[in-house]
């Protein structure tokens, strides 16, 4: 049984930052691409960002966190980061961390995920 625990979210002030973490169990983490996605209110569940397996030489983001939000992961602690500088209020939202299908390097559609967190709610305040 696959198990993802988001833990690291919060109320901070615009400009602030936060780090999420995603501790995984369950299975092989190191060969499993990782991803952050979010949703805010009365919108849909938006890609964040997502790192490949093994040593996660490929990272992908999101436009509109480019240059402020870093992915990373631990595979001895079987767990993903989300280090998020320069909080801006639209980054607020509830945020799901998720578990590629197999065989997928780094997908950006939320079908290629099999596995998802019980997400943690980030809020920015002007």
């Known amino acids: 049984q696959v198990q993802l625990v988001e833990s690291g979210g919060g109320l901070v002030q615009a400009g602030g930052s936060l780090r999420l973490s995603c501790a995984a169990s369950g299975r092989t983490f190191s060969t499993y691409a990782m991803g952050w996605f979010r949703q805010a209110p009365g919108k849909e569940r938006e890609f964040v960002a997502v790192?490949?397996?093994?040593?996660?030489?490929?990272?992908k983001y999101v436009d509109s966190v480019k240059g402020r939000f870093t992915i990373s992961r631990d595979n001895a602690k079987n767990t993903v980061y989300l280090q998020m500088n320069t909080l801006k209020p639209e980054d607020t939202a509830v945020y799901y961390c998720?578990?590629?299908?197999?065989?997928?390097?780094?997908?950006?559609?939320?079908?290629?995920?099999?596995?998802w967190g019980q997400g943690t709610q980030v809020t920015v305040s002007s």
């Open positions: 790192i490949s397996s093994w040593s996660g030489g490929i990272r």
């Open positions: 998720a578990q590629g299908r197999f065989g997928r390097t780094a997908p950006e559609d939320p079908s290629d995920y099999d596995y």
